[in-house]
């Protein structure tokens, strides 16, 4: 990859992280007043599964299979012509609208048995299954209007407009403290409330990004169609992909269902967890596989037919791949080692007020330091995967995906008997393991990519330094119990400081390990 292509991608991502830095910052505010007032109890769980549901599938379809099988076929559209690609979009968003609508209806329908399918556990208990029953019904409508938001920032994204689509989670973060305030203002529902910011939520998204779309010039009338060729390509695609670009929701899937039958709160602790997990894996994998996606396609698709370029585009598409990696590394060690230590000083910093107690923060801690283990992983997944769907092969990462979420499952079953939610969480962390193995060695056997020096000369400085910050936070901070019984301001005061000063430890390990910041840019 050439300077100026590598500048050009960094820059992306770097537009990418700052809406999703953003999101994610927005999303720690909500979840601050969610903890606050519904903490870990019986509501917090029946919420969170009725708001898992609709994100569940759309994490599945909207923003994992589908964008795999849209994007590469949207990029080769574009190349035709403006007329090509607006009867292109036509058709695929008619015919994901007819698919959306029936499908939100039949989950309105039948909202019990959802519910009943998610959590299990709550068989037990029929007033919290009867009020996640109720909850679904106004939240599931989320999913049609969010898939046909991702629909579109998809379309962006392949013209690289990043910011917009990237921005659109804080509308979602925004609805819902919108709704907490007014249910506090008004004495309405706490989680009645929360349900139709998440509905609202879907709506604003949508109407957010469709004017971007016609500055475009390619805001056209949606048409539903069984016979045009690219659409049908597209159908082609998505079955396989759905499982091959979903392992890790499945498996977030197969923890709810398993925690469920748990005691009451395991559903709050893994999923106050999972929001600090997802900062990471929100600002580096998810900025990467969005950046990387359309690129990768352009690059795989550049030499089609023309053989003496095929050498070319195979040489900058490994290097592009290799630049990805290299940034997931960087990023994500120091992310994984900060969230093992500082589990508890984070968790407590944040959640611990309100309705959450000093047992919710420390299972919560429990829970962080496991998923932590897969930090690494999860991030690089997002730059492996796209190399497959970039050459239009859902096959491949389909059969990685499914051996991880039989690795989950087995190990799930295996320890969360003994463990409980710790153990989900923690075999959570190992198929993300193996599933990053499966896809790595794919790579290369496919002939995508091959390990590079350099990647070795960074990972291995990484771990450096990342050891290095690591035994210095944990030198200085704290005992547990310190942050349990401290103030707010006391542990915000001491987080900012740990923080500050593991950062900045990372970054002198890092240059005295012989990294340098421009190496980011340069030719592979």
Known sequence: MSTDSSASVAAQGAVVSGMTLLSRLSGFARDLLLSHFLGATGAADAFLVAFRIPNFFRRLFAEGAFNQAFVPILARYRKLGPAQLKGFIAVVGGDLAIVLTLFVALGVLFSGALATLFAPGFWQQPAKLELTADLVRVTFPYLGFISLAAFVGAILNTHGRYAAPAFTPVLLNASLMLAMTFAVATGGDMTFALAWGVFAAGVVQLLFQVPMLGRLGLLTWPRASLKHPGAREVGRLLAPAVLASSAGQLNALIDAVLASTLMTGSIAWLYYADRLLE?????????????????????????????????????????????????????????????????????????????????????????????????????????????????????????????????????????????????????????????????????????????????????????????????????????????????????????????????????????????????????V
């Not at 990696?325 to 959640?351: D, E, K, N, W």
């Not at 283990?373 to 239009?392: R, S, Y």
């Not at 198929?431 to 995508?448: M, Q």
């Not at 936070?473 to 923080?499: D, H, I, K």
Request: with cysteine; net charge positive.
């Open 279 to 523: 900062l990471p894996i929100g600002l580096v994998a998810v900025a990467l596989g969005t950046v990387l996606l359309p690129n990768l396609s352009r690059l795989a698709g550049a030499g089609e037919g023309r053989a003496e370029r095929a050498q070319a585009d195979g040489a900058a598409f490994a290097a592009a791949m290799d630049w990805g990696l290299r940034m997931g590394v960087l990023l994500a060690l120091p992310a994984a080692v900060a969230l093992a230590v500082l589990a508890l000083p984070l968790v407590a910093t944040i959640f611990l007020h309100g309705e959450m107690t000093a047992v919710d923060a420390s299972m919560t801690s429990l829970a962080l330091r496991a998923l932590a283990c897969g930090t690494l992983p999860l991030v690089l997944i997002k730059v492996l995967a796209p190399a497959f769907f970039a050459h239009k092969d859902t096959r491949t990462p389909l059969r990685f995906a499914l051996l991880a979420i039989g690795v989950n499952l087995v190990l799930n079953l295996s320890m969360f008997w003994w463990f409980g939610h710790v153990g989900l969480a923690l075999a959570t962390a190992i198929a993300g393991w193996v599933h990053f193995w499966l896809l790595w060695r794919g790579v290369a056997a496919a002939g995508y990519y091959q390990a590079t020096r350099r990647l070795a000369q960074t990972t291995a400085r990484a771990v450096l330094a990342a050891a290095l910050m690591g035994a210095v936070l944990a030198a200085l901070a704290p005992s547990g119990a310190y942050w349990l019984a401290s103030s707010s301001w006391q542990r915000v005061a001491w987080l900012a400081g740990l923080v500050v000063v593991g950062g900045l430890i990372y970054l002198a390990a890092l240059r005295l390990a012989g990294w340098r910041p421009a190496e980011i840019g340069h030719r």
